[in-house]
C-alpha cells in the first residue's frame, strides 16, 4: 500500500510569491490533515478536510488556504509568501479522522519544506 | 487553554539504558485523545500510540511502555533497552472532543532523543 505522498518535496520561493503543495493520501482514506512545522513555534496545524469539506481550521490568517478534491487528494495554498512562511509542511491522512478509526493513527506524508527568500 | 509541555528538549543516552519522555497537557474537555509520535530524520511522523482520556491502564508494546495519569495530567513514555534505532525526535500529542475537534492534533515541542553506542 503506497504511503502519503506530497509534492514538491523541496521549493524555493521569494517573498510576496505563492505557493501550492500537493498531498495524496493512502488509498481509501478521506481525511486529509495539515500541519506547518517550524523550529520556533513547533508542530502547528493547518486544517483538515474530510469528504471535501473543510472540518476544522488551526489559527493562521487567511492566506493560507486548502481544499480536497472528489479523489482525496488535497492541495494547500499559501499566497503572499512571508518569511516566516518557511517551514516544513506535513500531510497526514486517515481514514475518517483520529477517533473513528481503531487506532487512531494519522499516516504522515515526508512534507515540503517550503524556503521562502 | 488547551497545552501540551514536553519539559525535555533533549536526552542523551547510553545503548541498553532506559529513558522515560515527560509529556503533560492541559485541557478543559472531558473527553480527549493523547498520543506519541516519533520524527525519524527522514521527517515523516510516525504513529506509537492513542490513548483515550477514559482509559488510564498503562500500555506495553515491546520495549515501549506508556503511563498516563489523569490525576496529575501526564503521559509518559518509556523506553526500555534503548537502542541506537530509537534516535528521533518524539512528539506527544493531544486532540479534544468537544473544544476543538478530534481531527486537531496540538503537540507538545517534542524531546529529541540520541541514543549513543
Known amino acids: 500500500k503506497a504511503g502519503v505522498t506530497q509534492t514538491p518535496r523541496y521549493l524555493i520561493k521569494t517573498r510576496g510569491q505563492q505557493v501550492t503543495l500537493s498531498c495524496s493520501p493512502i488509498?481509501?482514506?478521506?481525511?486529509v490533515s495539515w500541519y506547518q512545522q517550524t523550529p520556533g513555534q513547533g508542530l502547528q496545524f493547518l486544517f483538515e478536510?474530510?469528504?471535501?469539506?473543510?472540518?476544522n481550521k488551526g489559527n493562521f490568517p487567511g492566506r493560507f488556504s486548502g481544499r480536497q478534491f472528489s479523489n482525496s487528494r488535497s492541495e494547500m495554498n499559501v499566497s503572499t509568501l512571508e518569511l516566516g512562511d518557511s517551514a516544513l509542511y506535513l500531510c497526514?491522512?486517515?481514514?475518517?479522522?483520529?477517533?473513528?478509526?481503531?487506532?487512531?493513527?494519522?499516516?504522515f506524508g515526508e512534507g515540503s519544506r517550503l524556503t521562502v527568500l | 487553554a488547551q497545552k501540551v509541555t514536553q519539559a525535555q528538549t533533549e536526552i542523551s543516552v547510553v545503548e541498553k539504558e532506559d529513558v522515560t519522555l515527560d509529556c503533560v497537557y492541559e485541557t478543559r474537555d472531558t473527553t480527549y485523545y493523547l498520543f506519541w509520535y516519533k520524527q525519524p530524520p527522514s521527517g515523516e511522523l510516525v504513529f506509537l500510540i492513542r490513548?483515550?482520556?477514559?482509559?488510564?491502564q498503562n500500555e506495553i508494546s515491546g520495549r515501549y511502555s506508556w503511563n498516563f495519569q489523569k490525576s496529575t495530567s501526564s503521559f509518559n513514555f518509556t523506553i526500555t533497552a534503548s537502542q541506537v534505532v530509537d534516535s528521533a525526535v518524539y512528539f506527544c500529542?493531544?486532540?479534544?472532543?468537544?473544544?476543538?475537534?478530534?481531527?486537531?492534533?496540538?503537540f507538545g515541542a517534542g524531546t529529541r532523543l540520541a541514543v549513543h553506542p
Open positions: 500529542a493531544l486532540s479534544e472532543a468537544f473544544l476543538s475537534g478530534y481531527n486537531k492534533l496540538i
Open positions: 490513548r483515550n482520556s477514559f482509559d488510564e
Open positions: 478536510y474530510f469528504s471535501e469539506t473543510q472540518r
Open positions: 488509498s481509501g482514506h478521506r481525511s
Open positions: 497526514a491522512s486517515s481514514e475518517s479522522g483520529v477517533a473513528s478509526s481503531p487506532t487512531g493513527e494519522l499516516f
